[in-house]
């Protein structure tokens, strides 16, 4: 199990992590959700050793994983750690880069697991193309297969999926994670986009400004967001009186309870989102059809749709 309990990190006096808490079991996928700057990327950096907490502690099979103060070169055995900013050897293939951390001393082994490998990433057809020639997207692509190259018991993924375009993503990210179980890989993988994690993830640890806002399985987090910050990385919602409801929650009638005056009505492929205003406030409503702006609508709310 990775453990890691109560930690707290400053860049130079600007608090970034404040006392974070959470456990990932073998074989676990835990997404850490988060806006921009919330410190996902610092928090991947103090479990894979980049920098040193300031307090706390975090363990991996009850050993203490340690930061560059106590250990010199970062990154555990065990871990792999696929940066933001990912680094490949630009002169040299695909599969070469792939192939890197393989031993050679079984040819036919190593070619084996590097066709597998691009096979999981989607890049068979461009094994032989030298990395400096492939977009930004292919590159992320190839970064993940090398951290996967050599099975590691755990895997920290910092928004693996930010380059790749949602056309080709979707089928990247099911295979991704059905490697990942198939293997048995532990994983943390932070991202801002609830796609991302939402069908993959055993839990979802919610942070904001350092700070955990939330953490659950994702059936219940999103059916139970506690929080309009933890609702917002979900979809459109709206606060009425006091409670939370998303979009599709929120229900045209042709009587009451609730009165609103249409705002805007965006089209969203299949449906309309209705922006209407109500006591003061936004609301967002899920609707089939077009409502001009200034139409006076009735709505009622359920939870359960
Ligand atoms: P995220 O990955 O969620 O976008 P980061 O972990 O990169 O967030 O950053 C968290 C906060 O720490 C941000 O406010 C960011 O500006 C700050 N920060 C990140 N790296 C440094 C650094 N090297 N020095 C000072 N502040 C930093
Ligand atoms: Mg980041």
Redesign the pocket.
Known sequence: MLSVKNISFSYSGFLAIDGISFDVKEGEVLAILGESGSG??TLLKLIYGVLDVDFGLISWKNQEILGPKNKLIAGPEFMKYVA?EFDLMPFTSVAENIGAHLSGFYPLEKKQRTDELLDVVGLSKFAAINVQFLSGGQKQRVALAKALARAPEVILL??PFSHIDSFKKRPLRRRIFKYLKSKKIACLV?THDKNDVLSFADNILVIQEGRSLASAPPELLFKNPQHPSVAAFFSEYSCVDGDIYYAHQIKLASKGPFKARVVKSYFKGGKFLVEAAYKGGALFIEHNIYIAPGTLVFFSLDKSA
Do not use: G, R, Y
């Open positions: 996902k990327s933001q910092d928004e932070a």
